[in-house]
């Protein structure tokens, strides 16, 4: 089991008095672009993804099932959907492809060549900037058209990431660099923000006690990758996948085995949440 806090693999270059207030602020802007309704592409919780006809009626394009994450490009156009693989019985499986879909009906579909490890929209939804490993400890930044799939460039991860053009930068790195412009209004706003939100998590973790079952974790929670146990497990929050908890379970019935899951499982211990890179294998 984890104590205390910890960030293993940080893939951006956040100062440590920022990391958490900016990992927050990332989070919050993730989502309301991610869940934003615009009248040419959508995401809709309970029906799916979405995309105007030429005539203006829906078009559905995929499942929610289907995609990990959604994203809404600013052109209110163009939605992004990273397509989920499923989870395998240690847990996550690491994303390989991102489908582009536009006004129209049309799709796109976009294979960097390894495991996706950030990806977002450039230039309001034209473009889309992926940085994925095509092996373990390598890091590539591609830019692609996101209608054509055109590699427009790319590039191996700089020693120093501040290097980096603006495209390949995360939006993590994008928000560090530009609070050193903020006014002291701005910036307390922000922090005020953050802090709320942060609050927010800490008590919606602290809610997963012992005693509570394995199917109580879902609706926040969802299984790490890496090698792990049925009764020893690492989870990550959902909302923000960098934050962690480990979890030791009592197996529910008799005679259960050491790997088999079971949603009545009953939670013995909740480690302290900690911060660590999601692993994706």
Known sequence: MRSGLAFDRNPCPLSSRRVVCLLAL???????????WHSGAASDEQNGVFVDSA????????????????VTASDGETVGCL????????????????????????????????????????????????????QPEQVIYALFNAQ????????PE??????????????????????STNSLDEDRKLEEERGKWLAKVMGQIAAIKPGKHRADLAELFRGDGGITVGRERRFVFKECPLIKIDV??????????????????????????????PFAD
């Open 55 to 70: 005539d203006g009626h829906r078009i559905r394009m995929a499942d929610l099932e289907h995609c990990i994450e959604v």
């Open 26 to 36: 990332t989070v919050l802007f993730g989502r309301a672009n991610a869940q934003a």
């Open 158 to 179: 700089p020693k120093d990431r501040s290097m980096l053009p603006q495209w390949a930068k995360c939006q993590a790195q994008v928000e560090d660099e530009s609070m």
């Open 148 to 155: 054509t799939g055109e590699l427009i460039e790319r590039m």
């Open 248 to 277: 030791r379970f009592k197996p529910s019935g008799e005679g259960q085995q050491w790997l088999q899951e079971d949603p009545d499982d009953v939670i013995e211990s909740v480690s302290k949440p900690y911060l660590e890179y």
């Open 83 to 134: 397509v989920s693989r499923g989870f395998a019985s240690l847990g996550f499986v690491p994303q390989l492809q991102i489908e582009v879909y536009w006004t129209g009906g049309h799709k796109r579909v976009l294979t960097p060549g390894g495991p996706i490890r950030d990806w977002r929209f450039w230039k309001e939804g034209t473009q889309v900037a992926v940085s994925f490993e095509p």
